[in-house]
């Protein structure tokens, strides 16, 4: 088991920053990689930026590539979105999650954080 609290989301206008933080506890040694994905109201969750636990390569989407920057603190076992330039699209609710080296998914997921950019 994973548990993972996620921070930080909240209302900022378009053009600010906001940073948001998970951390992991439980079962924590065995971690593939962590990412954030975002759900819009009625659509599935998308992936947003991932990261490779052991070396820390990070993977974007395209809509958020130059925007946003993902990393991680293997030993506090947090991953963190710092997210720039915010556009009233990336209004999303944002989760957090975790892929352990034998799943070819992410199996643990957070709570979610809401993210909302005004115009």
């Known amino acids: 088991q994973v548990h993972l609290v996620e921070s930080g989301g909240g209302l900022v206008q378009a053009g600010g920053s906001l940073r948001l933080s998970c951390k992991a506890s439980?079962?924590?040694?065995?971690?593939?990689?962590m990412g954030w994905f975002r759900q819009y109201p009625g659509q599935d969750r998308e992936s947003v930026a991932r990261?490779?636990?052991?070396?820390?390569?990070?993977l974007y989407d395209d809509s958020v590539e130059g925007r946003f920057t993902i990393s991680r603190d293997k030993p506090k076992y947090t991953v963190d979105l710092q997210m720039n330039s915010l556009e009233p699209e990336d209004t999303a609710v944002y989760f957090c999650?975790?892929?352990?080296?034998?799943?070819?998914?992410?199996?643990?997921w957070g709570q979610g954080t809401q993210v909302t950019v005004s115009s």
């Open positions: 439980g079962n924590v040694r065995s971690i593939g990689a």
């Open positions: 990261i490779i636990w052991s070396d820390g390569s990070a």
């Open positions: 999650a975790v892929r352990h080296i034998w799943q070819s998914s992410y199996d643990y």
